[in-house]
Every structure is written in structure tokens, then in C-alpha cells.
């Protein structure tokens, strides 16, 4: 099983839909989480963290379920600039390393 | 701009040739990562800097590959004896750990990539 596992989609919506993304996670000692986007042949950015109350900024909201380790993302009222690839990431720490696996990214498409 | 920078941004080489790839990352940024990803993949962990620290390097794939950090700050991946395999965008990310500890829980800053095509 893999660390980090997400639909790959890809998610096709027009514009102003919701869409939801989500990730699961495998190790329960995992400590910090985010969503990033990355956008085609471009480097990852970060979009948001994601804490266990769970936290918007503007269309987008991410939840964390820590009992039944599971992620997610919702963006309102979609964009054509949300067109893009989101990826899940998870962290721990062990040993003084501090390793974020992302997931394969779920990739969505915003059509007019 | 102040963003984490890599060099080469392109590279063609022929198999079997080493190829070194640098990534000079945001100032003051103690930790230090290089993920790889292959067309239509997933990042893949590669080595992991923070600080004076050993490297953890538990997600270099074959003892051909071999990355160096000097002085905290630039670091250089090396790829001996390349393979087409070896092909994909070498991405190097740097990032601030919360209030200088080691555990670190903030955001990863990366770098636009060194996109490695081995003929």
C-alpha cells in the first residue's frame, strides 16, 4: 500500500461546480499535512496546510480526520485558473528527519 | 528574486555519462531536499539535508546517485553512469523549520527543476 494515495482523476468540471479531492494516508504517526498544487511542467506550490479543525481561505477548504487518516480538498465555485494538479502531502518526523511524501496528484480540469 | 534556484534547467546526455545537477536554495533555509519526478508521476523522495546533520539519504535508488550539501547552503546531485531510466525533472526544495527546531512542519519551497533527458 502505497504512503500517500489519491484518484488520480482526472476531475472535469465546469466552471462554478464543487469539487472535492481526497487523499489517504498509511501511517498513523504522521504529524503535519498539505495540499500543494502544481501546475503543468511547472515546480509545486504550496496551496494550504491542513489542521485537525479543519481551515478555508477563500474557495478552498481542507479537512483532516485523523481517526480514519484521511484528507481532504474543496474548492467552491471553480475557476478556470484552478485547472492544475493538487497534490496530497504527509509528514513525520523520525530520527531528526523530516520526510513530505506526496501523493501522485489529482489532476482537475475546469472547461467554460 | 530570492526563490531557491537549479541549474542546469535542461540537460541531454548519452547514456553512461555522469551529469552533476546544483540547486542553491533560499538563504537561511537549514533544511534541504531533492525529489525526483518521471513524466506523469509522483514526486519521489530522493535525500534530505537539515543543517550540520548527517544526509538521510534513504530514497537514493542505486549507489550511482550521491548528493553533497557544502557549507549548508548550495548543493550538488551527482548521477554516475547514467540510464535512461534516470530521465525526469530532478526538483530540489528547501524550507525554514518551525522556531529552528529540528522537526520541521512548515511549507517546502521548490526550485523550477532540472529536467534530465538521458539518450
Known amino acids: 500500500r502505497k504512503e500517500v494515495e489519491q484518484d488520480p482523476g482526472p476531475f472535469n468540471v465546469p466552471e462554478g461546480a464543487t469539487v472535492a479531492f481526497n487523499c489517504t494516508y498509511s501511517?498513523?504517526?504522521?504529524?503535519?499535512f498539505f495540499w500543494y498544487r502544481q501546475d503543468c511542467r511547472k515546480e509545486p506550490k504550496l496551496l494550504m496546510s491542513?489542521?485537525?479543525s479543519g481551515n478555508e481561505d477563500g474557495r478552498f477548504t481542507a479537512q483532516l480526520n485523523r481517526a480514519s487518516q484521511y484528507i481532504s480538498l474543496l474548492i467552491r465555485d471553480s475557476k478556470l485558473s484552478d485547472s492544475a494538479t493538487y497534490l496530497c502531502?504527509?509528514?513525520?518526523?523520525?530520527?531528526?528527519?523530516?520526510?513530505?511524501?506526496f501523493g501522485r496528484g489529482t489532476s482537475l480540469i475546469v472547461h467554460p | 528574486g530570492a526563490g531557491v534556484s537549479q541549474s542546469p534547467s535542461n540537460k541531454v546526455t548519452e547514456k553512461g555519462k555522469d551529469v552533476e545537477l546544483r540547486c542553491d536554495p533560499i538563504?537561511?533555509?537549514?533544511?534541504l531536499y531533492w525529489y525526483r519526478q518521471s513524466l506523469g508521476q509522483g514526486l519521489e523522495f530522493l535525500i534530505y539535508?537539515?543543517?550540520?546533520?548527517?544526509?538521510?539519504k534513504s530514497g537514493l535508488p542505486s549507489d550511482r546517485f550521491s548528493a553533497e550539501r557544502t557549507g549548508g547552503s548550495v548543493s550538488t546531485l551527482t548521477i554516475q553512469r547514467t540510464q535512461q531510466e534516470d530521465s525526469a525533472v530532478y526538483l530540489c526544495?528547501?524550507?525554514?523549520?518551525?522556531?529552528?527546531?529540528?522537526?520541521?512542519?512548515?511549507?517546502?519551497?521548490f526550485g523550477e527543476g532540472s529536467r534530465l533527458t538521458v539518450l
Open positions: 526544495a528547501s524550507s525554514l523549520p518551525d522556531g529552528g527546531q529540528r522537526v520541521n512542519t512548515g511549507e517546502l519551497f
Open positions: 501511517n498513523s504517526a504522521s504529524q503535519s
Open positions: 491542513v489542521y485537525s
Open positions: 502531502v504527509v509528514s513525520r518526523g523520525t530520527g531528526g528527519s523530516y520526510i513530505p511524501t
Open positions: 538563504s537561511g533555509h537549514t533544511a
Open positions: 539535508f537539515q543543517g550540520n546533520s548527517a544526509p538521510d
